[in-house]
């Protein structure tokens, strides 16, 4: 067998006629194949690293000019805008290099090859730009092939990744240290669960900032919503100010939850700013038009996505580049949700 696999190689090597490779590798849902001989197919085409399209194409050993743009189902990124502004500085700077955009969801639950987006599986991109997070394996499986990933807005646990990042933990201090300059020691911080880097960072920035100023970081201080979106902010903000009466001012890891923390403290009757100072993250639209309009610290979104092109294109240049960690600067903007306790 020569360098480039054929679909009769992975017939043979899976014991089934090509017409069952042909309908396992392109999902045909109205053939009755059972699971074990789809299994074996997969295994055969993985261990043979056999993609039909390029093959089918011709186009092994060229370029694509395709760049696939990969996140996951449940984290809604199109719809985000943070994200939004993201992917459009993807989308401009890709254009601009003659490049095309494929985007692909993945599930939450790894399962190895099979999982992997089909893009990657049929070798349809050049590289990938993994948005929001990323499970390290499937990281690791994408390298294997060849195809340069660059992460954005997140770090795989997994050595010789390109990663594209705000800022986070200073974005953190600026919030923070602006509440302390107005005269706030009581501030709370609304963040999610574990497991996301860019929270951790704008935590430890919250932390950071404490510190520095010679105050304690109480853990009884830190408030988790379950997902970062306006109902959770809204629905946390409200158990947290009915309870913590002291607590004169939050910080919030994003926007949406900030908006939400303003709806809440109207219904409680804790007026904003006088009662309670609010600063969100990431400056979205939104934050200029809610009542008050949000203090917030503004990333350089649309300079992520077009970093991160340029990155991904640079490493297909030069596979021998070290990996690089980038990240976009932020800015503190003051508006009319924070003033003196």
């Known amino acids: 067998m020569g360098s480039n696999p054929t679909i009769k190689d992975v017939a043979k090597k899976a014991g089934v006629s090509i017409t069952t490779v042909s309908f396992v590798l392109n999902r045909r849902s109205d053939v009755a194949i059972s699971e074990e001989v789809k299994k074996r ?3 055969a085409a993985r261990e043979l690293d056999y993609h039909p399209s390029a093959m089918a194409a ?6 694509t000019r395709n760049l696939g743009v990969v996140f996951y189902l449940e984290d809604n990124v199109i719809s985000n ?3 939004s502004f993201v992917i459009e ?21 790894y399962g190895g090859y099979p999982s992997l987006p089909q893009i990657v599986r049929e070798k349809n991109v ?9 499970e390290p394996k499937m990281v690791a499986d994408i390298q294997e092939r060849r195809i340069p990933v660059v992460a954005v807005d997140n770090y795989p646990e997994l050595p010789g990744v390109d990663t594209v990042q705000t800022d986070n933990k200073q974005g953190g201090i600026l919030a923070v240290d602006h509440l302390i300059q107005l005269g706030h020691k009581q501030i709370g911080l609304l963040t999610a669960p574990g497991g996301r880097p860019s929270l951790e960072e704008r935590q430890e920035g919250w932390k950071a900032a404490h510190v ?6 109480s853990k009884d201080l830190v408030f988790q919503c379950q997902n970062l979106t306006f109902y959770e902010g809204y629905a946390a ?10 607590t004169t001012a939050l ?3 994003n926007d949406e939850m900030a908006a939400g923390v303003l709806r809440a403290a109207r219904e409680v009757g804790r007026d904003v700013p006088r009662d309670l100072s609010v600063v969100g993250f990431d400056n979205i639209t939104m934050s200029n038009y809610t009542d008050p309009p949000l203090t917030t610290i503004s990333a350089a979104k649309e300079y992520m996505g077009k970093v991160a092109v340029d990155r991904v294109l640079e490493i297909l240049e030069n596979r021998e580049l070290h990996p690089k960690r980038l990240q976009a600067p932020v800015e503190l903007i003051v508006r009319q949700s924070t003033s003196k306790p």
């Open 41 to 43: 197919v997969l295994a």
């Open 58 to 63: 011709g186009l092994a050993g060229r370029r």
């Open 81 to 83: 805008q943070f994200y």
């Open 89 to 109: 500085g993807m989308v401009k700077e890709a254009v601009g290099k003659n490049f095309n955009l494929l985007f692909s969801y993945v599930d939450s639950a």
């Open 126 to 134: 050049d590289g990938v730009l993994l948005v929001g997070r990323s």
């Open 212 to 217: 520095r100023n010679n105050l304690a970081a």
């Open 237 to 246: 903000a409200k158990e947290i100010l009915k309870k913590q009466k002291k």
């Open 251 to 253: 910080f919030c890891v």
